[in-house]
T-cell receptor, first 110, second 113 residues
Framework: AQSVTQPDIHITVSEGASLELRCNYS??????LFWYVQSPGQGLQLLLK??????LVQGIKGFEAEFKRSQSSFNLRKPSVHWSDAAEYFC????????FGAGTRLTVKP | NAGVTQTPKFQVLKTGQSMTLQCAQD?????MYWYRQDPGMGLRLIYY???????DKGEVPNGYNVSRLNKREFSLRLESAAPSQTSVYFC????????????FGDGTRLSIL
């Protein structure tokens, strides 16, 4: 069965520092992979998605993610974090029946 | 610029009461979804509708029913609410396909006493 693990429940970074949020998945075939962001009191917003092709995917708000098949990972990165990036981030995997990770809450220190 | 609109935003029910959560999208999307979000568990799919007139069960459908009233609207009904259904409910939509929601509403926070 497909599943998603986000190992970090909570991460704190300083504004301007780089960011990497980890995502590991279990899936029988080449998966579709997604990252969403959720600000407090709001719904999820799609940041980026991977279906096939280039393993480095660019998304909105300056985020990117890299699909590494050998590591079953799809980590989200941003070179320089802004205070407005503070939110909860969800990784998801699947084609017909998507599964979400439990989320990583990002705090940004001034 | 509405996107996906959910009503109500908050609701408190007593065990055994019934309630319908409403969802409407104005993007002419074919697919609509209902998820629940519980602490530490991410989102879990309750039901989805690939197109008007069709609905299918997701990961956690027990205790819920849905109606795809037309292309715009997709409602979720709790016939006899239970405390285990206390959660935040999200409606979402996408142009096509299953399991790949693009746009989410702001959620309905439901408490069942």
């Amino acid at each position: 069965a497909q599943s998603v693990t986000q190992p970090d429940i909570h991460i704190t970074v300083s504004e301007g520092a780089s960011l990497e949020l980890r995502c590991n998945y279990s899936y029988g075939a080449t998966p579709y992979l997604f990252w969403y962001v959720q600000s407090p009191g709001q719904g999820l917003q799609l940041l980026l998605k991977y279906f096939s092709g280039d393993t480095l995917v660019q998304g909105i708000k300056g985020f990117e993610a890299e699909f590494k098949r050998s590591q079953s990972s799809f980590n989200l990165r941003k070179p320089s974090v802004h205070w407005s990036d503070a939110a909860e981030y969800f990784c998801a995997v699947g084609k017909g029946d998507m599964r979400f990770g439990a989320g990583t809450r990002l705090t940004v220190k001034p | 610029n509405a996107g996906v609109t959910q009503t109500p935003k908050f609701q408190v029910l007593k065990t055994g009461q019934s309630m319908t959560l409403q969802c409407a999208q104005d993007m002419n999307h074919n697919s609509m979804y209902w998820y629940r979000q519980d602490p530490g568990m991410g989102l879990r799919l309750i039901y989805y509708s690939a197109s008007e007139g069709t609905t299918d069960k997701g990961e956690v459908p027990n205790g819920y029913n849905v109606s795809r009233l037309n292309k715009r609207e997709f409602s979720l009904r709790l016939e006899s609410a239970a405390p285990s259904q206390t959660s935040v409910y999200f409606c979402a939509s996408s142009q096509s396909g299953r399991g790949q929601p693009q746009h989410f509403g702001d959620g309905t926070r439901l408490s069942i006493l």
